[in-house]
């Protein structure tokens, strides 16, 4: 895909990869409508849209809800006529033991980090359709395809989000419409909390930057890529779970006794 000119909607536009995913994105030609909920994001991104030369408007929508959702779809159609592609960059992360998880944060995590994304996805495919074009963009984690010990929650909606980008790019595959789906490992952002940047300052963990995360997402459009997934050995570690479990079932029973301290320690973080 030439992204110049391509209308593309991007939800969680404010977060780190968010930042450096809009600036790259506007590089290659492309009209944005960016995302995010909260004042002090929207405020970011306008002076990001004033500091950088783009054509782009800021939509300040908590995607949750069916009538925010409705609204940033109509936003673009009245600024730019339509949708190309949507990147469901949206999430919220929460790193506890699973039996001290709070009640209220189990169907928070998965309405943002899974019924959103699909549900705005509900809401811009028959357009999509209609025209004979379009691509949507998942960004899942290396955690919806490895169960990591404290992120119970947020493993079981980025499983399911992987899951369910599998089905819909089989449901459309005889169309022109394309899934892709990326799959980063940690990202140096403040959407991780503080006890996961301790455990990767000790070598339990790995980081990447935000910009080598985005512009490998942003190559993942452009070459319209199935599945991608970021960041080694993790990567690999992700294939291996796939075909035996219980390896990796054993190599992080070693680990656990520090991951349960580490996971006491916290509490929910939002990007």
């Not at 991608?228 to 070693?254: C, H, M, Q």
Request: charged letters at 20%.
């Amino acid at each position: 895909m030439n992204l110049n000119g391509k209308r593309i909607l991007l939800t969680g536009a404010a977060g780190g990869i968010g930042k450096e995913l809009t600036t790259l994105l506007a590089r290659r030609g492309a009209r944005l409508g960016l995302v995010n909920h909260s004042d002090a994001a929207v405020a970011c991104l306008q002076r990001q849209i004033e500091n950088q030369p783009m054509d782009a408007i800021v939509i300040q929508a908590d995607i949750t809800g069916a009538t925010a959702r409705q609204h940033a779809v109509q936003r673009m159609l009245d600024s730019f006529g339509g949708i190309d592609v949507l990147i469901n960059l949206a999430g919220i992360l929460d790193f506890k033991l699973f039996s001290e998880v709070d009640a209220a944060t189990i169907p928070r995590l998965l309405q943002v980090n899974l019924e959103a994304p699909m549900q705005l996805i509900r809401e811009i495919l028959p357009g999509m359709i209609a025209r004979g074009s379009g691509q949507i963009v998942n960004i899942g984690s290396m955690f919806g395809s490895i169960g990591f010990p404290g992120f119970a929650t947020y493993s079981a909606s980025k499983f399911a989000l992987r899951g369910f980008s599998q089905a819909l790019r089989r449901e459309l595959a005889n169309s022109p419409i394309t899934v892709t789906y990326v799959s980063p490992r940690a990202v140096k952002t403040p959407f991780n909390p503080k006890a996961v940047h301790t455990m990767v300052a000790r070598g339990m963990m790995h980081m990447d930057e935000a910009s080598w995360v985005a512009a490998r997402i942003a190559k993942a459009i452009e070459k319209d890529r199935d599945e991608v997934y970021l960041g080694f050995p993790e990567s690999l570690f992700a294939r291996i779970n796939g075909i035996l479990p219980r390896l990796v079932d054993r190599s992080l029973k070693k680990s656990l006794p520090s991951l349960s301290a580490f996971a006491r320690d916290v509490s929910p973080d939002s990007p």
